[in-house]
């Protein structure tokens, strides 16, 4: 599978965006599908990860209740509705294929990387 992220862009605090993830040459639904981040001089960080079979959504702890992930199997893409940004939000956000651990999504288990798509929020 290959992945295209995209949407990302400049906002100001408080604002909302959303990335898309969109896949190619298989379905999304063989897989789990994470979005991670990577901010200026920090190492890549998981934020929010959707189960191929089932849909089910899991995020990460400093996310949770502002970032929404969500799925179009017919559009065969995975969209991170990013509200109330914050500046710390500001990153380049990456998707990626592969295999979620309980309830969490490992970046060692996921593979497919798509090219990132960076979202900068500033006043």
């Known amino acids: 599978v290959q992945l295209q992220a995209s949407g990302g862009g400049l906002v100001q605090p408080g604002g909302s965006l959303r990335l898309s993830c969109a896949a190619s040459g298989s379905t999304l639904d063989y897989y789990d599908i994470g979005w991670f981040r990577q901010a200026p001089g920090k190492e890549r960080e998981w934020v929010s990860c959707?189960?191929?079979?089932?849909?089910?959504?899991y995020y990460a702890d400093s996310v949770k209740g502002r970032l929404t992930i969500s799925k179009d199997s017919a559009k065969n893409t995975v969209y991170l509705q990013l509200n109330s940004l914050k500046p710390e939000d500001t990153a380049v956000y990456y998707c990626?294929?592969?295999?979620?651990?309980?309830?969490?999504?490992?970046?060692?288990?996921?593979?497919?990387w798509g090219q990132g798509t960076l979202v900068t929020v500033s006043s």
């Open positions: 959707i189960s191929g079979s089932d849909n089910i959504t």
């Open positions: 990626a294929a592969g295999y979620r651990h309980g309830s969490t999504c490992p970046q060692t288990l996921f593979g497919s």
